[in-house]
């Protein structure tokens, strides 16, 4: 979130949203007001053979309850309290437009359509009314209180602690066009952090040296960093790719100079036109889709756990009668944004199993029980992760987590597997349905380009199609 650059103290995000939030209520119940109205006053009164009369009933409270909510959630599924203070208005208006059209279909579908109207051509009349009063109400306030944040930007009272990845004549030219008054957008340069080793720095006029890029990653924490601008010189260029893979974990806006191929490819917005930049997207799936998956997740996994726990209870038994131990098995994983967690599994093999150090399993590993075995074939073993999906440190769907032993040695041999670690790892993956196990770490790199592939592609319906083929695999018994 932004800062007070007058105080330095962070900006509460929290209380800005709750703005936007009780600003579309309103909205929402001054379009209803006015649709319904509209109706009594015009409509009724030919249908009915009556004197207009203007009289809130039942259904208008009830509807003033409900579609608040309504709006509030769909907003919330689009992403219009997201990143609230980095959007021009100009997007703004787009998406609150986009948001009235569907939500306006949805509501008069749902709750006009089959209502009584003696002509069809008011369904049209009331559906652009509704709509025409929804964005009407929705674009006035959240343009009100979208200026009041450009404003503060503006008149740079607001920033957003940013760190520049560069240190001569780019780097100088960019921060002098941002730091004009026509160009300003809100980064408040924090210093700067150099591609090569050098002498002497252009920019070092301007801005603190904070390092060598190869450092960022601590410079980044330690100042708090919310946004990145790279800003490299033509005979840096090949090193842009190192850059970007050692800022995949990190929480921070990603920003780069475009050249001529960039513009051309349509990666430069108009938005950004006062002062052309690329976006390097961070998250791979979409915002309301997020919100939805992670929904599912939940509901799915507690459904889960209550409809197999005899399964569960049936299962703790066979474990604890197999071998001497505990009936769970936990162990230390790297989840999201490479963050360590421990995976919950039912013990599948004896409890001295890597008394010599982290060892992989395979087909015929003698320190697999016998229960362990039928367990793995049918992947029971799995089912306790359900209660990590609901702490929320995994996922039904993503790549299986490995343990940093071997996620060390993977990223040695493949540096782009860090790249997984943008999103939440999970019990099922593409990288499981398609491959498998892996038994060594070369096999580990083989089943990555899968869960790459699942990375680039990321959406419900993927999701859902990995979860089928899962499920078969599982009553055909093919797991290993």
């Known amino acids: 979130m932004p800062i007070d650059i007058t105080s330095g103290k962070k900006l509460s995000e929290t209380r800005q949203v709750t703005k936007y939030v009780i600003a579309d209520a309103i909205a929402s119940i001054l379009s209803y007001t006015g649709l319904y109205s509209y109706r009594k006053i015009y409509i009724e009164p030919e249908y009915f ?40 208005r100009l997007r703004e208006f787009f998406l609150v437009f986009n948001a009235s059209i ?9 709750f006009i359509l089959d209502d009584y109207v003696y002509s069809y051509t008011l369904y049209y009349v009331l559906f652009f009314l509704y709509f025409g009063l929804q964005f009407s109400f929705g674009a006035l306030f959240r343009y009100f209180l979208s200026s009041q944040t450009s404003k503060a930007i503006q008149s740079r009272k607001i920033g957003f602690p940013t760190l520049m990845i560069g240190s001569n004549q780019n780097a100088v030219n960019l921060y002098t066009r941002l730091q004009s008054k026509r160009k300003i957008n809100g980064n408040f340069f924090v210093g ?34 919310e946004e990145v601008v790279i800003a490299v010189e033509s005979s840096e260029h090949h090193m842009v790719q190192s850059i970007l893979s050692r800022l995949d974990l990190l929480p921070v806006h990603i920003k780069l100079i475009p050249d001529t191929y960039d513009i051309l490819a349509g990666k430069v917005k108009m938005e950004s036109v006062s002062e052309p930049m690329v976006e390097i997207p961070t998250d791979p799936m979409p915002y309301g889709q997020k919100i939805i ?35 769970f098995f936990f162990q230390e994983r790297i989840g999201l944004h490479g963050k360590p967690f421990f995976i919950i599994k039912f013990r599948s093999m004896f409890c001295d199993a890597e008394k010599e150090g982290p ?15 039928i367990m793995r074939k049918f992947r029971l073993d799995e089912l306790p992760q359900f209660w990590n999906v609901l702490k929320g440190e995994m996922a039904i769907v993503g790549p299986r987590p490995e343990r940093a032993y071997f996620a060390k040695q993977i990223i040695e041999q493949a540096p782009y597997y860090r790249q997984l670690y943008r999103i939440k790892p999970g019990i099922t993956s593409w990288g499981m349905v398609k491959f498998g196990y892996a038994e060594n770490v070369e096999e580990m790199i083989e089943r990555l380009k899968f869960d790459l592939i699942y990375l680039e592609n990321m959406n419900l319906l993927n999701d859902l199609k990995i979860l089928i083929y899962t499920v078969l695999i599982v009553f055909q018994g093919r797991g290993k």
Do not use: C, Q
Not at 49 to 57: P, T
Not at 80 to 85: A, H, P, W
Not at 312 to 323: E, P, R, T
């Open 192 to 225: 700067f952090v150099s591609v090569n080793n050098n002498i002497k720095y252009l920019i070092e006029k301007n801005l603190a040296f904070l390092g060598n890029y190869t450092e960022m990653e601590n410079v980044i924490n330690e100042n708090k960093i």
């Open 293 to 327: 998956k992670r929904i599912v997740d939940v509901v799915f996994s507690i459904l889960i756990l209550i409809l197999i726990s005899p399964l569960l209870l049936f299962v703790s038994i066979m474990v604890k009668l197999s071998s001497p131990g505990p009936i």
């Open 102 to 110: 569907w939500g306006s279909i949805l509501v008069f579908f749902l």
């Open 359 to 373: 060892m992989l399993s395979s087909n015929e590993d003698p320190r697999i029980t016998k229960w362990g075995k």
């Open 49 to 88: 053979l009556s004197e207009s009369v203007l009289k809130f009933d039942r259904t208008y409270f009830f509807a003033i309850l409900l579609l608040p909510l309504f709006w509030v959630f769909l907003h919330l599924m689009l992403g219009l309290y997201k990143d609230i203070y980095r959007r021009s």
